[in-house]
């Protein structure tokens, strides 16, 4: 099984590139269908299922996974109980043995002894600022400084789940195999140079 995974900053492009590299690559594409399984697993509304996982805050919890969370409010017993949920999808996904290209899920943890090649997309600020807001929703008027926070705060929010999914620091450098600034590329155009260091790295 060769598995690709993508850890990203919100608003950096990384699912469109992973999709895009999944697409050259021929590999399996998972990203939002892990939402849909979990989501299905404990009969949730899958918009609830993402904002569980992704925008919630930490700050209040111990860092440890797998144990009684004591004093804890239901909200955050239920975010826990998503995050195991989520373990086993992406542990299901690899036992298929496809190849496959995994966006966000902290996979790059969770499926750490199957030897991912670990991608970690970034972009400024700006960049992710501007991409974000060409992308929001028709009617949806939000200011550039809302844009920023919203990323700052979903950043923190990933950073704090791989701390307490015990996979070190979020977006530090000698956690990947390849670190990709998008800002300045065509997607397609670094997708493809991308493609072509995958299949290097698992030729070696």
């Known amino acids: 099984m060769r598995s690709v995974t993508i850890s990203r900053e919100f608003g950096s492009g990384g699912r469109e590139l992973g999709k895009h590299l999944a697409r050259l690559l021929g590999y399996d594409y998972y990203d939002r269908e892990i939402i849909t399984a979990i989501a299905e697993q404990n009969g949730l509304n899958e918009g609830y299922v993402e904002m569980a996982l992704e925008k919630w805050d930490w700050q209040a919890m111990p860092l440890t996974f797998g144990r009684s969370f004591a004093g804890i409010n239901g909200m955050q017993q239920m975010q826990t109980n998503l995050l195991v949920v989520q373990k086993r999808v992406v542990e299901g996904i690899a036992k298929t043995g496809k190849d496959c290209v995994i966006v966000g899920r902290n996979a790059d943890v969770l ?13 400024s600020m700006d960049a992710k600022v501007r991409r974000c807001m060409e992308r929001a929703p028709e009617g949806e008027d939000i200011s550039r400084k809302e844009t920023e926070q919203n990323i700052r705060r979903i950043d ?16 530090e450098a000698n956690a990947y195999h390849l670190i990709v600034n998008t800002e300045g590329w ?8 991308v493609a072509g ?8």
């Open 186 to 193: 065509d997607m397609e155009e670094l997708a493809s140079a």
């Open 111 to 123: 499926l750490a002894d199957k030897e991912p090649f670990r991608i970690f997309v970034c972009a």
């Open 197 to 204: 260091f995958v299949l290097r790295w698992y030729g070696r």
């Open 156 to 171: 923190k929010s990933r950073a704090k789940t791989r701390e307490i999914l015990g996979g070190g620091k979020w977006g």
